[in-house]
C-alpha cells in the first residue's frame, strides 16, 4: 500500500495528486495491454472479458469462449499480472472471470531509527472477479462483483465491490460506453473502513473500415475518480491484414504532465493474439506490458461489426431531387457501410456498385427518370463482408414500386349458402390482380384456374371438386409494356367435396 502509493501518481489511465485517499490504488492501473496501449480510453469499445476492468457491458458480446493472460512490468519493481476467461451465447448474454495479482519487491525492514533490522516486508493484493453481460437491441448492460484482499508486513485488508455498466450501439460503428466501477469499501485493520477508488467512467467511441482493407477504431474518455480530478483519455488502433498498431494520449491537472502518451503494437493470427503496450513515466522509467489472448471464433463479433452481419436493411425508399433519385433505408447498428446492388433490367441479375461499401445510408443515383431497375442493400461487416440482402425495390421512370408480397390469410368464406375462396389483398402498389392455383398433390404441381381476378375472392366450383383439391393464389402487378411480375405463392388451403 505505501510503496504503491508513491508510484501510483504517475499511472497509465490513473489519477494522481491526492491518491491514497482510496483503498486499493492498484485497482486503477491497467493491466491488459491492448486497451492499454490506447491510454486505457476503452469504456465504448471494450470487448469480451476487456469489460472486466473497463464495461461490464461488453461482456454481451461473447458468444463463445474468450482468455486473456496480461503481465505488467512496473516502476520500481512493481509487476501485476491478469487473468480472465470469459464464455457467452447469443441471446444469452456472457459471463466472465478474472484475476488481477500485484506483487512489490522486498523492502528492508528498519527501526524507529532507520537501522536495518535484517529483515524484509512485501506487499501483495488480489482481487477476484465475475461479471455477466447482457444485450438487447442496441442497449447492453453488465455487472461485475469483485472481492478484494490487501497484504503488508503482516497487516491485511479484505472487502467487496462491483461494477455497472451500459453499452449502446448508434449506426455506422458509432458506440457510447458509461461505467460506474469499484462500488465498495474494505475493512480496515483499525476501526475506519477505506473506500475503494470509485470511479464514473464515460466514452464514445467507433470502429468501421477503410480503403485498402485498413479497419480504425477511435475512442475518446472522461474519467472521474472519487479522489482525484478530471481525467481525459483519448487511443486509436489501426489494422491491418494480421498487425494492430496503438497509440494513445491522457490529460489530467494532478498529473504535472508527468506521462502522456502510450504506444502498443498487436499481432492477431486466427484466434491467437499477442499484443505489447510502452509508457515512460517521468522520474520512474518505463512501463512494459505483454498480452496473449485466445478468442475463440467470433468472440469479438458483436463489438467489432461482426464480418458478416446476418440482418439486412429495410424500409428502402427513393425521392425525386431534380433529374436525379436518392435511394434511403434504414440504418443498422452494427454495420460497418453498405454495398448497394443494382438489377438493370427485368431478366438481368443484381450486380453489387462499387468496390468499397458506403459510408451512409443513402445514395444517390443519376438521370432517375431514364430507369428500369431493381434495387437492393445489404450491411457490409468490418472486413467488407456481405450480409443478408434487403428486400428488393423495383424503380421504373424515377418511382418506386415495393416489393409486391404474396396474398395471404387464404380461407374458406360463407357467402349467400355458398362456399369462396377469400384472402388479404397483396402490399406493393401497382395493379396487381390474383391468379388462383389448383393441385391434386400438397405442396406442388399447382395449374391456373381461370383468368386472372381484380377482387380478393372467387366461387368454388363444387361439381369441380370431387376430392381434396389444394389451392394456392399469386398476386400478378401489370405495368404497361412490361411481362407480369408475380409474388410467391399464398398459404396452401384444403378443399375437401362437400
Do not use: C
Not at 472471470?97 to 532507520?114: I, K, Y
Not at 381476378?453 to 412490361?482: D, F, N, P
Request: proline fraction near 4%.
Amino acid at each position: 500500500m505505501t510503496l504503491l502509493a508513491l508510484v501510483l501518481p504517475a499511472a497509465t489511465g490513473l489519477h494522481a495528486g491526492t491518491t491514497g485517499t482510496s483503498g486499493a490504488p492498484f485497482l486503477q492501473i491497467p493491466v491488459m495491454a491492448r486497451p492499454a496501449g490506447m491510454a486505457g480510453a476503452d469504456t465504448a469499445l471494450a470487448s469480451g472479458v476487456e469489460g472486466m476492468d473497463y464495461n461490464p457491458a461488453a461482456l454481451s458480446d461473447l458468444v463463445n469462449w474468450d482468455l486473456s493472460a496480461d503481465y505488467l512490468s512496473y516502476a520500481l519493481g512493481i509487476s501485476l499480472d491478469e487473468l480472465a476467461v470469459g464464455w457467452g451465447r447469443q441471446g444469452y448474454g456472457g459471463g466472465a472471470l478474472s484475476l488481477v495479482s500485484l506483487s512489490t519487491p522486498d523492502v528492508a525492514q528498519t527501526d524507529a531509527f532507520g537501522n536495518q533490522t535484517g529483515s524484509t516486508f512485501k506487499e501483495q493484493d488480489l482481487a477476484v472477479a465475475g461479471g455477466y453481460g447482457y444485450a438487447l437491441g442496441p442497449w447492453s448492460a453488465g455487472l461485475a462483483v469483485r472481492s478484494v484482499s490487501l497484504s503488508l508486513a503482516g497487516y491485511t485488508e479484505s472487502g467487496a465491490e462491483g461494477d455497472l455498466g451500459l453499452g449502446y450501439a448508434f449506426p455506422l460503428g458509432w458506440r457510447l460506453g458509461l461505467a460506474l466501477q469499484h462500488l465498495g469499501s474494505l475493512g480496515a485493520a483499525s476501526s475506519v473502513a477505506d473506500a475503494t477508488p470509485m470511479t464514473l467512467r464515460g466514452g464514445l467511441g467507433w470502429k468501421g473500415s477503410l480503403p485498402h482493407g485498413f479497419a480504425l477504431a477511435l475512442d475518446a474518455d472522461v474519467a472521474q475518480p472519487n479522489d482525484s480530478s478530471l481525467e481525459i483519455l483519448g487511443g486509436g488502433e489501426l489494422n491491418w491484414s494480421l498487425v494492430y498498431l496503438r497509440v494513445g494520449g491522457e490529460w489530467s491537472q494532478d498529473w504535472d504532465s508527468r506521462q502522456t502518451s502510450t504506444l502498443g503494437a498487436g499481432f492477431r493470427l486466427g484466434d491467437v493474439g499477442v499484443d505489447y503496450a510502452f509508457a515512460e513515466i517521468t522520474g520512474l522509467g518505463a512501463t512494459q506490458r505483454f498480452g496473449v489472448s485466445w478468442r475463440m471464433g467470433a468472440a469479438h463479433a458483436a463489438a467489432s461489426a461482426a464480418a458478416e452481419p446476418e440482418a439486412a436493411p429495410g424500409h428502402l425508399a427513393v425521392r425525386r431531387d431534380g433529374d436525379d433519385l436518392v435511394l434511403s433505408w434504414d440504418p443498422l447498428p452494427a454495420a460497418q457501410g453498405y454495398w448497394v446492388f443494382l438489377r438493370r433490367s427485368r431478366a438481368g441479375a443484381l450486380e453489387r456498385v462499387g468496390k468499397e461499401p458506403i459510408q451512409v445510408n443513402h445514395v444517390r443515383l443519376k438521370r432517375a427518370a431514364l430507369l428500369d431497375i431493381g434495387l437492393a442493400v445489404a450491411a457490409a461487416g468490418a472486413d467488407g463482408a456481405q450480409g443478408s440482402l434487403s428486400a428488393e425495390l423495383h424503380v421504373r421512370a424515377g418511382q418506386a414500386l415495393e416489393p409486391l408480397t404474396a396474398p395471404s390469410n387464404l380461407r374458406l368464406a360463407d357467402v349467400d349458402g355458398k362456399r369462396k375462396l377469400a384472402w388479404d389483398p397483396a402490399k406493393g402498389g401497382g395493379t396487381v390482380r390474383y391468379q388462383v392455383l389448383v393441385s391434386q398433390s400438397q405442396g406442388s404441381g399447382y395449374a391456373a384456374v381461370g383468368r386472372p381476378l381484380a377482387g380478393t375472392q372467387a366461387t368454388i366450383g363444387e361439381a369441380s371438386v370431387k376430392k381434396t383439391v389444394y389451392v394456392v393464389v399469386q398476386a400478378l402487378r401489370s405495368e404497361s409494356g412490361a411481362p407480369d411480375e408475380r409474388s410467391a405463392y399464398s398459404n396452401e388451403l384444403a378443399v375437401e367435396p362437400r
